[in-house]
């Protein structure tokens, strides 16, 4: 089942990014997951996508739990029952399956390891809005060159997020993209805000129509927020490379709001 994320995937090296806090690493085809034990999420989830032979099979596979930590250190079944919480894939269904039909399958099945999974919000989650194309956005960007990428994305894992059946529910996202320009490395950071659609208290989400929001912002800003130490992704940041920095967060309106 373990191959993991490859460091040297696009031809530039790219190290797994690392957090400051303990995790333990859980390798997959194509993917790796860095689990916070504690927080029961991961703090980084890492993938990597090769364009030119992506397939687009039917959906197969069942969330479960990863026998390889114990089960208290995974958020299962348990905190998406009975509620409007999605299991939100971190590295998404797709990303991981390319190559051969065998082995496309075997990885698209391995992100349905609670392991890959945080809450969010079932508008949010269900929703055709610019999160959930940011990889395909970028992905047809970069396919005008190695048509390869590598991808991490994880909760924000806030000391304030809120309390709920023995988790504490991540009110953030964060993803950073990141592929070759040339013999240069490029990437793009991005974060997504749920805080208007949670609503712990009555053990529910309330997704109003625009709650959630969308924003590209420094990818040292991440780095800062959460503690993970990212290498040459800061350097790499388009908004660096395309001098607009400092810059803070650009909310997203639609595709056109993005700078690659």
Known sequence: MSDGYDPDFLGIPLPLPSPARATTRLDYPRFSVLLDEGRRFAAVTAVVIDGATLRDLPRTGEWRLDPRVDADAQAGAEIYSRNDLDRGHLVRRRDPGWGTTGQAQDATEATFFYTNAAPQAAG???????????????????????????????????????PYRGI?????????AAWREGDALAAAGFVLDQTDLVDTRQGLVVPPLGAFRTFQVPIAEIAAETGIDVGPLVAADTLVRRGLRPVAARELRGADDIVL
Do not use: C
């Open 168 to 176: 504490r529910v991540p009110l953030r996202f964060w993803k950073i």
């Open 124 to 162: 949010f989650n269900q929703s055709k809005e610019l999160w959930l194309g940011l990889e395909d956005h970028v992905l047809a960007y970069a396919e005008t060159t190695d048509q390869r990428m590598a991808v991490f994305t994880a909760p924000v894992l806030a000391d304030d997020d809120p």
